[in-house]
């Protein structure tokens, strides 16, 4: 009997919070009302806004509790966790090191370069890195040059990203061995005559290997075979790579940027050129290793990039997935102290936001630190406490300085949502777009000097127009126009 009333009442009590939640929702989705047929039919939204102080005020709450994928609003997470891990003078380092030594104008032994995963390590600095080598007095090394990737473990492409995306630059793979972004533009000019093959060509600068067939196309044709011809790029074998499909009639030459498929072969590739133009000699092989070198090494020469403050402000501002990505991996093997992998950056990242700010992620999906993947998955109300963690840490932190200013810098430069009323300069926000998802998290600075925090996630987005000319965010800048000019009203 007592057991029975024991579940009544558990039952209550559940009918009750749950007709709370539902009239809050009710209550939140009457504020949204005017704004909510801005959207197409079939977009789902979950909204939060609260204002920003020790005790905050919840000013809309929809649907706020529901799963969405934060696409790259995960930078935020990735963000917070880096600077609470690694600190903000953290540094990427690359070293020159050996096991050997210098004599006769030769290194007597192996030359060793440990990668860090530097999301910004330059063919510059690797040609000034030899440069000390000379000045050292070496012309030759006698040994091999071993390349120590065993900073991370794993594939380099993280679980849930899109495969058809995976040659393009914004998805490259963050990999021990970094250079010049890991990208190279690859230029096509379209035949003179309707049909023929037009020509592809790289500079001599990437060591890569381009073979096509791209036909040719009329600006004007109304063939299904021409509509539906699209341009692709096909890796081969290390970094071979084939381009076929179709490109229109133009006098111009084209250029497309596309991610390398083999870190590598084309590091390697580089550093032979650079080690010829600095007239040394290599007697040995440049070889990979995966395990990390315990042997006592000399150093030679260290290159070492920004300072983590700068880097997270080009990730957020710029949206960064590359710096996103090898911060993310960096992240799980310093606070484990093993080569980062994505699963236990994952869960560094979880662990490092529950010691440290007291943010419990729960059962949030993080699989990777840019938002590329289609798995991540979290919620309005959690990444709410990331943003007040921020506010209330900004001292410190200096992160609301780092997102996208409306109508300045960054990623919402030119959103014109903000940048032709009085939104412009006054919001800070982390954009995130995935196909169908327009998300926005940040905050707005007040008159008062003071903020108010809000997350947006719009999912389930398409919009159809007769018009071809209107871009399909049209639907989204109405919406956001009217919304957020809401809470700055006098």
């Known amino acids: 009997m007592q057991k029975f009333i024991l579940t009544i009442s558990k039952f209550i009590i559940f009918s009750i919070m749950m007709q709370t939640a539902i009239y809050c929702y009710a209550d939140d989705k009457a504020k949204l009302e005017p704004y909510l047929p801005l959207l197409p039919k079939g977009t789902d939204l979950?909204?939060?806004?609260?204002?920003?102080?020790?005790?905050?005020?919840?000013?809309?709450?929809?649907?706020?509790?529901?799963?969405?994928?934060?696409?790259?609003?995960?930078?935020?997470?990735t963000a917070l966790a880096a600077e609470l891990q690694l600190g903000s003078n953290f540094r990427f380092m690359t070293r020159f090191q050996t096991n050997g030594k210098i004599s006769d104008k030769q290194l007597k032994g192996d030359l060793i370069i440990q990668m860090s995963g530097d999301p910004t390590f330059t063919r510059k600095q690797l040609n000034e890195m030899l440069t000390v080598l000379k000045l050292k007095g070496i012309?030759?090394?006698?040994?091999?040059?071993?390349?120590?990737?065993?900073?991370?473990?794993?594939?380099?492409?993280?679980?849930?990203?899109?495969?058809?995306?995976?040659t393009a630059c914004y998805n490259t793979k963050p990999a021990a061995i970094i250079i010049d972004d890991n990208c190279f533009y690859a230029g096509v000019l379209p035949a003179k005559k309707i049909g023929d093959k037009a020509t592809?060509?790289?500079?001599?600068?990437?060591?890569?290997?381009?073979?096509?067939?791209?036909?040719?196309?009329?600006?004007y044709s109304d063939s299904l075979e021409d509509k539906y011809c699209e341009l692709d790029?096909?890796?081969?074998?290390?970094?071979?790579?084939?381009?076929?499909?179709?490109?229109?009639?133009?006098?111009?030459?084209?250029?497309?940027?596309?991610?390398?498929?083999?870190?590598?072969?084309?590091?390697?590739?580089i550093l032979r050129t650079e080690l010829a133009q600095k007239k040394i000699k290599l007697n040995g092989k440049i070889i990979e290793s995966k395990n990390t070198i315990t042997t006592s090494l000399a150093p030679l020469a260290i290159n070492q990039s920004a300072p983590l403050s700068e880097l997270l402000t080009i990730m957020l501002k710029k949206s960064n997935n590359l710096i996103a990505d090898t911060v993310f991996r960096t992240i799980g093997a310093h606070y484990f102290n093993i080569p980062g992998s994505w699963r236990n950056s994952s869960d560094a990242v979880k662990l490092i936001l529950r010691e440290k700010a007291g943010i419990d992620l729960e059962n949030a999906v993080i699989a990777d630190g840019s938002g590329l993947s289609r798995l991540n998955l979290i919620d309005a109300n959690k990444l709410m406490q990331i943003l007040?963690?921020?506010?209330?840490?900004?001292?410190?932190?200096?992160?609301?300085?780092?997102?996208?200013?409306?109508?300045v810098d960054g990623t919402l430069q030119y959103r014109k949502s903000f940048s032709n009323n009085e939104l412009k300069s006054i919001v800070y926000a982390k954009t995130g777009y995935l196909e169908g998802n327009y998300n926005l998290a940040g905050f707005i600075k007040l008159k008062e000097d003071n903020y108010i925090a809000f997350i947006q996630f719009i999912s389930g987005?398409?919009?159809?127009?007769?018009?071809?000319?209107?871009?399909?965010n049209t639907a989204i800048i109405e919406f956001e126009k009217a919304l957020y000019h809401g809470f700055i009203k006098p």
Request: hydrophobic share 35%; with cysteine; net charge neutral.
């Open 46 to 77: 979950s909204i939060l806004v609260q204002t920003v102080e020790k005790t905050p005020t919840t000013l809309i709450a929809y649907q706020n509790d529901q799963f969405k994928q934060p696409a790259s609003v995960q930078k935020l997470v």
């Open 139 to 166: 012309d030759k090394i006698t040994g091999n040059i071993v390349i120590d990737t065993s900073i991370f473990m794993g594939h380099d492409k993280a679980s849930g990203w899109s495969w058809n995306n995976l």
């Open 200 to 219: 592809t060509s790289v500079s001599s600068l990437y060591p890569v290997s381009i073979t096509s067939h791209i036909r040719t196309i009329s600006n």
């Open 233 to 269: 790029m096909v890796p081969i074998v290390n970094n071979q790579y084939f381009l076929t499909g179709c490109v229109k009639q133009s006098s111009k030459k084209s250029y497309f940027k596309f991610a390398v498929n083999d870190s590598f072969d084309y590091f390697a590739a």
């Open 388 to 407: 007040q963690y921020i506010a209330a840490n900004n001292d410190t932190l200096h992160m609301i300085e780092m997102l996208p200013i409306a109508g």
């Open 461 to 472: 987005y398409n919009h159809v127009s007769d018009n071809s000319d209107e871009p399909k």
